[in-house]
């Protein structure tokens, strides 16, 4: 087996992986649309929307499942990287400057030392 036969298999195996994922998706979709459908042919009979709306919903739905789904960041990842202080025996420990939030809670502190102050006065 040669290198072009390698290649020529790799190229196969990746069409038929998307294919076969295309065709999964194209199954997925059409059991969302129809689940969809009932869910909206139900309301309209109890009343709870026309079939104009009813329309609009299933339309948008699935339009909402095709498009790509992006997750926003969340709180709990860091929005800048986490400073880390290398020291070895020899040098003396370097400070990394205040980041804005200990520049914050500087300014906090400060404050209420200044209220405290001004109470007492």
């Not at 065709?23 to 129809?34: D, F, M």
């Not at 739905?61 to 709990?76: D, E, I, L």
């Not at 400073?83 to 914050?104: F, G, H, L, S, Y």
């Amino acid at each position: 087996m040669g290198l072009g036969d390698l290649v020529q298999k790799a190229v196969y195996l990746g069409i038929g992986v998307a294919s076969y994922a295309g065709e999964k998706a194209t199954e997925k979709l059409g059991e969302l649309r129809s689940q969809v459908q009932q869910l909206a042919d139900e309301m309209v009979e109890r009343g709870e929307m026309t079939s104009e709306e009813a329309r609009r919903f299933v339309d948008d739905m699935v339009a909402k499942a095709q498009q790509p789904s992006v997750q926003p960041p969340t709180s709990s990842q860091p929005t800048e990287p986490r400073r880390i202080e290398i020291i070895t025996d020899d040098d003396e420990p370097v400070k990394a400057p205040p980041t804005e939030a200990e520049q914050m809670r500087q300014q906090v502190i400060a404050l209420q030392e200044e209220l405290k102050r001004l109470k007492r006065d």
